[in-house]
């Protein structure tokens, strides 16, 4: 009778992993499209910071999200997103990325969700900020996906630093929470 219920209760598990919004296909193959969330820096002088969220690819993304930041200083036509990516270090990159980057795209196929966005006065400064923060990063050549650190205790830094960001990540942000 045991064992009848445990296999009964593995199948109600594959069942809900399969049908829960675990991405599908390969993620080389997701889109990286921008989502259009984001306004376009062309016809936007003001400076602008957002911080978004995307459920993780695969099963991961029943329980939990990848977090980045995206800013343009005033007059600037492109973004700069801050993010850590985990996956860089195997490929001897580093963890902490910085560069000129659509700042709202799909995070393998996962749709981003706007968290926070700033913009005009003040915002600036914000971003000088933001990249003192980013370029500080404790945990810059460690990554663990659980507990931490990880993209999201990455992105909980950036706004302990920067409490005009005033945003508190969502539950799903594992990670955030990470204490060395």
């Known amino acids: 009778m045991r064992n009848r219920f445990i296999k009964a209760l593995c199948l109600i598990m594959a069942s809900f992993f399969a049908v829960a919004g675990c991405s599908n296909g390969d993620w080389r ?4 499209e921008p ?3 984001a306004p376009d820096p062309a016809s ?3 400076a602008v910071v957002q911080v978004y969220a995307a459920s993780t690819w695969g099963w ?7 977090t980045w930041i995206a800013a343009k200083e005033t007059g600037e036509d492109s973004y700069t997103v801050y993010e850590v990516v985990g996956w860089r270090q195997r ?3 580093p963890l902490v990325r910085i560069e000129r980057d659509a700042p709202d795209r799909y995070w393998f196929g ?12 003040g915002v600036d400064s914000m971003i000088a ?5 980013a370029r500080s990063y404790p945990w810059a050549m460690k990554y663990k996906a ?7 205790t990455f992105t909980a830094w950036v706004i302990k630093q920067v409490p005009e960001l005033n945003l508190d990540l969502p539950f799903s942000a594992i990670g955030s929470g990470y204490k060395d």
């Open 91 to 93: 490929q001897g990159l």
């Open 146 to 152: 659980f507990p931490g650190p990880n993209s999201n």
């Open 44 to 46: 936007t002088p003001e």
């Open 35 to 37: 989502a259009g969330i």
């Open 29 to 32: 193959t997701a889109s990286r």
């Open 110 to 121: 996962e749709a981003p969700e706007l968290l926070a966005d700033h913009r005009g006065p």
């Open 129 to 133: 900020k933001i990249d003192a923060a």
């Open 60 to 66: 991961r993304g029943i329980f939990a999200v990848h």
